[in-house]
DNA sequence: GGTACTGCCTGACTAGAGTCAGAGAAATGG
DNA sequence: CCATTTCTCTGACTCTAGTCAGGCAGTACC
């Protein structure tokens, strides 16, 4: 990789870790330790600890003491769950919750801060170029993972994406006429927690792969996701032994449209009767 | 200040360490401990422990056991400086340059994972915004600091503002013909350890200040940090009783003589014989 | 009712990153 | 030459952020 552009990005981290660290220090420094100060925030307004563990990756162990802790300091109550005894619910005290506040007001401040010595054209562009490095960012932290249709994680996505439609179909859509294709696994792309995108995959005929419901947050439009879980759906069709791929779609999803072609799939004539499809693709792998 | 600015600056700081804590983790984790890695790169070619001590911010025992941890290792030998026995230097061995080298090749490895899963065209976009994110968190570190003229830093500066005037004036440059004025302080720009920046002030006539050698490194320019000094300047002669200022100036520095117009400077008759000079400038204030 | 399993807590331990108070050797000032 | 200062090192501590093993209470299954 060209060496200037890996010392732009060294150099670009280093400025980052320093500004910003500085700042933390000075802002949230002598205040509530981090992993207090994350646990806080986390229980927000009351959470089972075993949620906790998992979305803050925690021991549980430490995330025992770190509870003892905040609850000697009158932050927070920890009681059973009425439900099942053995879970027990984390949840702020006024006090916490007024420390939460200001732990808030002082991230606040940090960003503040950054932008405080700037002249106003000078910070316009630095949140441009901040928007445009978290977006971009984002990108390389999507991870694929194939799932079956069974998992909880899928449904909600095809909702969402039903809904996407709803919105963008010229004639209207229903999601209770389209087909229900006996779907064979997932593709599910994640950022983190939240799943920013899904293509479903399915047999119909022996050797020819269909893919269905190809669908990408808005949050998360313009990253190259499309195309990212276009090439992995290829992949894993032709990993178990696709000679063809094909799809249909909607003549309001011109994004979608280009991206088929520009992956190589070619118009042919219809191969279904989806209530909602005008164009019908086939791609051989 | 605007919430959504505040929100862009808070997820830029929320995404950037997330994603390059998780590539530090992978890349750099069970390696040497930051401390120790970042006391091996400083050392380089060898540096005596005060320095160190400055440069990095450590205690004098810390530093001293780190050391050791680093000695133990085979990495460095610290010796007794020839020149003044209490001081000692430390060095790398063979063994730890080459460890150098893998921290730098590792550092090298986070970068370019920050970049492998984009596109050659999202590449351009993150590294551009990169470059314009640290220019202008950068502009927020210079600090002005007033110091005296036999200050150790300050005849670097104008060092290389003769160097930058030989190349930019249409008509040559020689530093022995200009005028030596008795100066009474001057303004530093600092970015860390690096001077970016000077302007020199004195008193030729009661009440009324002169700048000379107003100076802006390359690595800084385009951050308004002129216009910084400037007005610092200003302040500094209000606060020791100034009526007014004033400067003159090479016609080839357009940007400077700009700078000087919009601040408030206006034209006047030449005040003095300075050799270069084209044009004189003065401001009540 | 017994057994296995969950969820949580406690005690014991580790590593990194420091801080602080002297002690000792070398240099400097008078 | 002696006192003071400078520079470094050692020993004793601290705080944050964990990990690991074992134990107890509650729930679920047979």
């Given at each position: 990789m060209d060496a200037g552009v890996v010392a732009t990005v060294r150099r670009f981290s280093r400025t980052v870790t320093q500004r910003f660290g500085a700042l933390n220090e000075h802002y949230?420094?002598?205040?509530?330790p981090l992993g207090e100060a994350r646990l806080l925030w986390e229980i927000g307004d009351g959470r089972d600890l075993r949620t906790l563990r998992a979305t803050l990756g925690l021991d549980s162990g430490y995330l025992s003491r770190l509870l003892r802790s905040l609850e000697a300091d009158g932050l927070v109550t920890v009681q059973a769950d009425a439900?099942?005894?053995?879970v027990r619910v984390a949840r702020l005290t006024t006090a916490g919750k007024r420390e939460r506040r200001a732990l808030d007001r002082r991230s606040d401040g940090v960003a503040e801060a950054v932008l405080a010595p700037l002249s106003p054209r000078q910070r316009e562009r630095l949140v441009a170029a901040m928007a445009e490095v978290s977006q971009l960012l984002r990108v390389g932290m999507v991870e694929v993972e194939a799932v079956d249709p069974?998992?909880?994680?899928v449904l909600p996505c095809f909702q969402a994406y039903f809904a996407d439609l709803a919105v963008l179909f010229e004639d209207g859509f229903s999601p209770d006429a389209v087909l229900q294709p006996a779907i064979e696994v997932v593709l599910l792309a994640r950022l983190g927690e939240a799943t920013v995108g899904c293509v479903a995959l399915y047999e119909p005929e022996p050797g020819v792969w269909e893919l269905k419901r190809m669908w990408v947050d808005s949050s998360a439009r313009g990253l190259g996701l499309g195309r990212r879980l276009l090439a992995e759906a290829e992949a894993l069709a032709r990993q178990r032994g696709a000679s063809a791929m094909r799809l249909d779609t909607n003549r309001s999803l011109t994004g979608a449209i280009a991206l088929y072609r520009s992956a190589g799939f070619e118009e042919v004539p219809p191969?279904?009767?989806?209530?909602?499809?005008h164009h019908w693709f086939h791609k051989a792998l």
């Amino acid at each position: 990789m060209d060496a200037g552009v890996v010392a732009t990005v060294r150099r670009f981290s280093r400025t980052v870790t320093q500004r910003f660290g500085a700042l933390n220090e000075h802002y949230l420094g002598g205040a509530r330790p981090l992993g207090e100060a994350r646990l806080l925030w986390e229980i927000g307004d009351g959470r089972d600890l075993r949620t906790l563990r998992a979305t803050l990756g925690l021991d549980s162990g430490y995330l025992s003491r770190l509870l003892r802790s905040l609850e000697a300091d009158g932050l927070v109550t920890v009681q059973a769950d009425a439900a099942d005894r053995r879970v027990r619910v984390a949840r702020l005290t006024t006090a916490g919750k007024r420390e939460r506040r200001a732990l808030d007001r002082r991230s606040d401040g940090v960003a503040e801060a950054v932008l405080a010595p700037l002249s106003p054209r000078q910070r316009e562009r630095l949140v441009a170029a901040m928007a445009e490095v978290s977006q971009l960012l984002r990108v390389g932290m999507v991870e694929v993972e194939a799932v079956d249709p069974g998992h909880p994680d899928v449904l909600p996505c095809f909702q969402a994406y039903f809904a996407d439609l709803a919105v963008l179909f010229e004639d209207g859509f229903s999601p209770d006429a389209v087909l229900q294709p006996a779907i064979e696994v997932v593709l599910l792309a994640r950022l983190g927690e939240a799943t920013v995108g899904c293509v479903a995959l399915y047999e119909p005929e022996p050797g020819v792969w269909e893919l269905k419901r190809m669908w990408v947050d808005s949050s998360a439009r313009g990253l190259g996701l499309g195309r990212r879980l276009l090439a992995e759906a290829e992949a894993l069709a032709r990993q178990r032994g696709a000679s063809a791929m094909r799809l249909d779609t909607n003549r309001s999803l011109t994004g979608a449209i280009a991206l088929y072609r520009s992956a190589g799939f070619e118009e042919v004539p219809p191969f279904n009767a989806e209530p909602h499809a005008h164009h019908w693709f086939h791609k051989a792998l």
